[in-house]
């Protein structure tokens, strides 16, 4: 509920700043590149969850960028974003209790069968973003957060209904005429909230962490000013 609220919070700010503001609507695509593997111990289970983010991903929607008379200007949009996983389950405390002799036995006894998990999001970004918008070819630098709330994972049960993530990026811009620009990004974001109900499940020489979500994306854009 408190992403909501935060969420509901930023978009009023934003209606609030933009009046006699210019507007500049576009449309994005962006592929991108999850990582961020790693157990979790699932609830009311002896066995662990491997979560594997090996599945092609992207975002695209709409985005709508408030003009101010400066170089500064502040972006939101509505995004679809698939961000699929696949998950494997394994009794890792098992391993750990009958030790090396009998891994073998253990594995072929039980070979963990691959599950895709279609987790799609709902994705807002509030990002302040500079931008030479004068110049035909104008670089951009953007940062912010992005709210991801959860449309639906196939009964997994252990996505949160929604997280955020801390973004920054850079790009170039290219203006076709007076009221078009066309854009292309790179843009790294991290997750600062955990994403799984679950505890994750971790050893002293192991780091990996399935809430640690990393992602590099290259974005496509196309934008209108409206005024």
Known sequence: MRYVIF?????????????DKNIRLGFQFSGENISGDG??????????TNIARDEFNFS???????????SFSFQTGLLYSK??????EYCVSC???YGQVNQRALFLSYVPIPKEI???????????RFEDRGAKLAPIFEAGI???????????????SAFMEAAAGLGLSYRLNKQMRVEFK???????????????????NDDSDPNKLKTQSFQLGLNYLLK
């Open 60 to 70: 695209t929607g709409l985005t709508a960028n408030f003009l101010t008379n400066s």
């Open 7 to 19: 969420t509901l919070l930023l978009l009023a700010s934003l209606e609030a700043f933009s009046q």
């Open 146 to 160: 992005y709210n991801n709330f959860l449309l639906s994972d196939n009964d997994f049960e252990e996505t949160k």
């Open 118 to 128: 279609n987790q799609r999001f709902l994705s807002i970004p509030f990002l302040v």
């Open 186 to 204: 790179y843009s790294y974001r991290q997750s600062i909230t955990s994403i799984f109900e679950s505890p994750v499940q971790s050893w002293s």
């Open 39 to 48: 157990f979790l111990a699932t609830r009311e289970s002896a066995l662990n």
């Open 95 to 97: 391993f750990a209790y």
């Open 83 to 88: 961000k699929d996983i696949t998950t494997y």
